[in-house]
């Protein structure tokens, strides 16, 4: 358990790492030669840089961050950043609501009992308690009365929790809704995913088996097919002709600058052509690029026709000539067996995963089991080396372990810093080397878009992170730390209910000051660097100054990417979540967790404006999913509070007992009412009115991989005149005379009759 | 525990019982008088029922129901009856497949083994055997390798479920997807129901706001609404109404007669107006109706206007021009939030529960949770009851706790008899009390048609009997039986699962005899008074004798009504369920079942051919209902043969724990690939030819309550010329020959363009 002064150490030292690194940030962004970095999204969004000759205060960016509305962040950052934002709101609000009660009333009745003083002095347990421990429930004596405080603490924060994730659910509902009935239509809202189509019937083509199935079941709405085809080579070649022609560029300026120096002819840059270009024989790296293009071209086109007409696979995009149709059709069954014709909404065309589309039914169903099955195996027995890890770093048992540290870890300073610090850094390093294994694991399960790929791990990562950081450090963390406990494991036999329950609440207080600590370092450190960005910035110069020549180039350098959804939404869920279980029993995590998610929010709000570029928009289809992990939070917390109080034997905590009830009723009713508006788009808001309607050329180019988009084909669907579309467009308003509103400028005036 | 002879005692009696009964079947329904009460289905449909001269011999309507094909099956009886009957063909098929291998392998090994002799000669256990309990698993020894055998027995009953029921699915599958893209075209096919209609703006009627919304959503399809109104005082006006005319027919009809016989004017009936026509002023009974007849219309005619205008709710019913667009419309999400404008697929007509449909969204919620709490304590806490019935009425106790039953017991022959059936017939008693309550519970559930209301109301049955008859009996027997048991248990302290377990399956083989006559009880008499109608046809010729006058009255008497599934369709699961459940520890249940469901499918389908008329048709939806219980009934049996298997000391029990998660498995993949189909009719199968189209009019008449459809409104509808349907069915080959092949004639051939 952390020591007071460890505890301090750590918070001192983690604020002056956060006020450095804010200094940083405030001094580095004002310089002209860092805009790439500090402000990206507004350079590629073509709007002018703040002008670095205007001084800013290191309190500007506070301001633009606080100033600026959600419609803003969505028009600059997207929905999916406002959707994520509002994630750090929605804590706030429940974290500030639950303080008002927990705050003024709980700590001063714990601080002023004294359980542990009575404990402490209790010869047969080996009890030690610090100060901070003394304002937490741990400090009740039991049985007291005073307990009712806590067991309202816990209705306070439940119903707190409810109300506000129930205010947000709605407000981001109207968010999507408002971005899907958006005037300028996008791509994806005329097109679906037709997946597991049957075999076609012998003497018939893809195209035409798609084709006749779907004029017949929408014969005014479908538009068109595409068939999805292997990218077997194709992305390899195009990949090398990509960089091919990047080194060509890249000679062709060093080139240049050399003929500006020296010699007016300049000398041509030469390489060796084995492993970077450490051996083999030297060439002339212009013609020698000049070459690999004009050999590889040829090669790609001929790869391209192959693979549209021999690697055709059982899955297609359709096209449709307004986005309501196309919004009815992915919603419909078609076929009476779910295993043929399913028709799903089309993600937008960056996020679709290719290589997943034509995974069979059957397939599916298999894999994401054996994943799941997986996954669990995943979270359980990683809990072992967790453990250890928390067993072990706690400077304690090291010393015990490692004799010799003693010398080290007798300089006080040093200790505390040591003790504050070991456990969590260990921790943090451990988990990051997570969130790849968990995407290979959420791909194999046949997801067809980017955006639910990233959801699907964080799903996973999160309760990982609760199981092992949560719960795995809890419990082990004081197995190892007190004999008793071991004892008292290992005299009840068998790993029962009951015992872990009792061991749990026994070790939840003591804990909170790691947990503290945690958090702590978690957002003075980690907002700190997220600020600053001082990582990308050192990149940045070191590969402008040396490798760079041409814009491109300097550009890759300081692409500022997306944000990293899949290591922070489970952590921040992870902050919520201990926040929860610890608010009531040691209220002192409240001020910390609220500063966690007050920075957060201004340093994301930050982030969303004026450094990262969403890579696509999933349509805010994360809420549901972080709307969901809150909740079990909730549960998780309340059967922690459940446990705690038996184990201070309360005799009214069963009145506890209704609540992991209540929880699950709010989720199933949410998920009722608000889930399916994620799932599918309303048909009355497909339905509104469109302006811009893009042609249906430029909706199928933007559903074709990138690496089959050759000249040919794009002059293809150029030469494939709009006709049909700007028809289904043009002659709408004719039927809308003869009484028909047209779906695509459906008028939300009802029709003339 | 049931004693040998007591058990062919039961059997040989019911046996007995059964032939009588279809002798009297085979001898009465050849009289000429009995006709409307054995083919009352052919004599509705208007085909002439078999000639009472031609001589039918008892083997005729075995025969008759053999060679009938299921198409005549559905064609006659409709699809619900046909997935009825599938419910028998299934349970054939596996309990056939079954017995293939567990009757000639696992009863030889059994009856060679001597673990019986080994228990009853140990003093310690007071355990007493009968040649019954020798063929069973009991018989084998603690950790005999013959055990082995069952083992494999117990994938093989499991492998044979998933195939068989694989089967079936798509095959009934099949049969509903024929039917739905049935050339002539139901109502329901073009309508959909609207609930949860937010409430309208000022200055706009119901019908306005309805009209707008899905005007806009559905522009070309869409053709009128029908606001769901309160029926008030209608319903109770309209049935003293019919009422009214029926008693005038009849006291005419007596007139007549008395008019024949004795003075040409006859002797006008009279009759009391108190309750019962026992008490108050006599009345002339013709004038008397008259004037009530004359009284009622107006205030009916008036009642019916009044709930039009003021009882509108919030829910509609919805037309469309054709099936493709309510198919989809059906299917849709409409409004960002699923709490306002639910959009369902209708039922059949007759089937709507009108007083549920204006239930609201958060109502169905809650309602829903109250119902399956209640449903829980019902089906848990019953058992004590049940408990206590199985323990007194084994006969030993009755002559333990009262005395005086000694001196009749003592008589051998009755002595048998009712040891053999006082138990059954205290059950079955008992569980015909139900279904009332499980109706009731399941309509307060908000649910919308009776034929989801029997659905329901069935599952919840079904859960009651497994856990009751078959677990409850298993359990409770036991424990009163055996001194030791009850010991074992409190001696254990808690109600742990182990015991249980123990227990359970210590208490299983014996128990199987008794299940086994009250499986052979059920059919043979249950089944022989189903085919013999014994009791309808007492009732039919007393009344004909005594009461009825008019022709109306003497149909009414012999109305066959439909099948009836509630008690069935559980009562049947139940019996699968044991004989999943003992098809592997005691063998000798499967020719009985066998026999049971081999005579139950004869027996049903004659009656389904000749006796019973469809009140409503729910379009096969029964069928995922009994494929999912019939799982349950799987799971069950693989949890107790794990259960025994533990029990006989098995080393390799581990070996079946794989079971229960397959058929997790199993179900999980069957509800997703074809579940589907059963919630929604897919576009395909509703974009197919259709020849014959009911008038909008019609449609609409079909969709209006009986005691709302007076003749004024029926002159509305009639006057509502059917201009619109008509059109939307003329002007779509105009439309088809631009090339769009029209929703309604979609021709199945790709449209030419």
Request: glycine letters at 4%; a neutral charge.
């Amino acid at each position: 358990m952390v020591s007071t002064s460890a505890f301090i150490t750590s918070l001192v030292t983690s604020f002056l790492i956060f006020v450095v690194l804010v200094m940083i940030f405030a001094f580095l962004s004002r310089r002209k030669g860092n805009i790439p970095i500090y402000y990206p999204a507004i350079l590629l969004k073509g709007r002018s840089p703040p002008d670095p000759n205007v001084v800013r205060t290191p309190w500007t960016w506070i301001k633009e961050a606080w100033e600026a509305t959600e419609d803003e962040v969505v028009e600059i950052a997207g929905l999916d950043a406002a959707i994520y934002i509002n994630l750090f709101t929605t804590a706030l609000k429940i974290i500030f609501w639950t303080s008002c009660f927990c705050l003024p009333i709980l700590i001063p009745l714990a601080a002023t009992d004294k359980n542990n003083k009575l404990q402490a002095q209790d010869p047969e347990k080996s009890a030690n308690f610090t100060s901070l421990d003394d304002i937490a429930m741990g400090n009740i004596q039991n049985k007291s009365s005073r307990l009712w405080a806590f067991l309202i603490g816990g209705y306070w924060l439940s119903f707190v929790t409810y109300y506000i994730l129930r205010q947000t659910y709605k407000h981001v509902i109207e968010l999507r809704a408002k971005d899907q009935s958006n005037v300028r239509a996008k791509p994806e809202q005329f097109t679906c995913l037709v997946r597991d189509i049957p075999p076609t019937a012998k003497n018939e083509t893809r195209e035409e088996q798609v084709d006749s199935f779907f004029k017949q079941v929408h014969p005014e709405t479908y538009e068109k097919s595409k068939i999805v085809t292997g990218l077997g080579q194709a992305s390899k070649l195009w990949a090398e002709l990509e960089t091919a022609k990047a080194k060509l560029a890249h000679a062709e300026a060093v080139l240049e600058q050399s003929k500006s120096k020296a010699a007016e002819d300049g000398t041509r840059p030469m390489h060796k052509i084995g492993k970077f270009g450490l051996y083999g024989e030297k060439v002339d790296s212009i013609n020698y690029w000049n070459e690999k293009i004009k050999e590889l071209t040829p090669k790609l086109e001929e790869e391209q026709k192959r693979s549209e007409t021999e690697e055709q696979k059982g899955a297609a995009i359709i096209f449709f000539n307004s986005r309501r149709a196309a919004a009815e059709a992915g919603q419909e069954r078609h076929s009476p067996f779910a295993d043929r014709w399913q028709v799903i909404p089309a993600p937008e065309p960056r996020a679709v995963v290719w290589d997943n589309m034509h995974v069979s039914f059957y397939q599916r169903l298999v894999r994401e089991k054996v994943v799941y099955v997986i996954t669990f195996f995943t979270v359980v027995f990683y809990m072992i080396p967790i453990g250890l890890i928390a067993a072990f770093t706690t400077l304690g048992n090291l010393t015990k372990y490692l004799p010799f540290l003693k010398s080290i870890v007798n300089i006080p300073a040093l200790k505390s810093v040591i003790e504050a610090y070991l456990p969590q850094l260990a921790l943090i390093v451990f988990l990051a080397l997570l969130p790849k294994l968990l995407l290979a694991l959420s791909k194999a399960e046949g997801i067809i878009s980017q955006d639910h790929l990233v959801r699907a791990a964080c799903g996973k990562m999160y309760y990982f992170v609760v199981f092992n950081v949560f719960l795995g450090f809890t419990i082990f963390g004081t197995l190892f730390n007190s004999l008793n406990s071991i004892k008292q494991l290992t005299s009840a036999g068998a790993f029962s209910f009951n015992t872990v329950v009792e061991l749990f609440g026994a070790s939840l207080p003591p804990n909170a000051t790691y947990f503290i600590t945690f958090v702590a370092l978690k957002f003075f450190v980690g907002y700190g660097l997220e600020l600053s960005r001082l990582v990308p910035l050192i990149i940045f110069h070191l590969k402008k100054k040396f490798l760079c020549k041409t814009e491109k180039e300097v550009e890759n350098t300081w692409a500022p990417g997306s944000f990293g959804y899949l290591p922070s939404i489970p952590n921040d869920l992870l902050i919520i979540t201990i926040t929860l279980a610890y608010a009531v029993i040691a209220p002192l995590i409240l001020p910390f967790a609220l500063a966690y998610f007050g920075v957060g929010w201004l340093v994301q709000r930050n982030q969303a404006l004026k450094v990262y570029v969403p890579e696509y928009e999933s349509g805010g289809r994360f809420w549901p999913h972080i709307h969901s992990r809150i909740l079990v939070g909730l549960f998780v917390s309340q059967i922690t509070m459940l446990g705690y109080f038996s184990v201070k034997k309360f005799p009214f905590v069963v009145l506890l007992l209704p609540l992991p009830f209540l929880t699950i009723l709010f989720a199933n009713i949410c998920h009722k009412v608000y889930y399916p508006s994620f799932r599918f788009v309303a048909i009355a808001v497909a339905s509104e009115e469109v302006k811009e309607v893009p042609t249906l050329s430029s909706v199928v180019a933007a559903f074709t991989p990138t690496c089959l988009l050759d000249s040919n084909e794009m002059n293809d669907i150029e030469k494939l005149d709009d006709s049909n579309f700007q028809d289904a467009e043009s002659h709408l308003p004719s039927r809308s005379s003869s009484g028909i509103a047209s779906p695509a400028d459906g008028a939300l005036a009802p029709p003339t009759v």
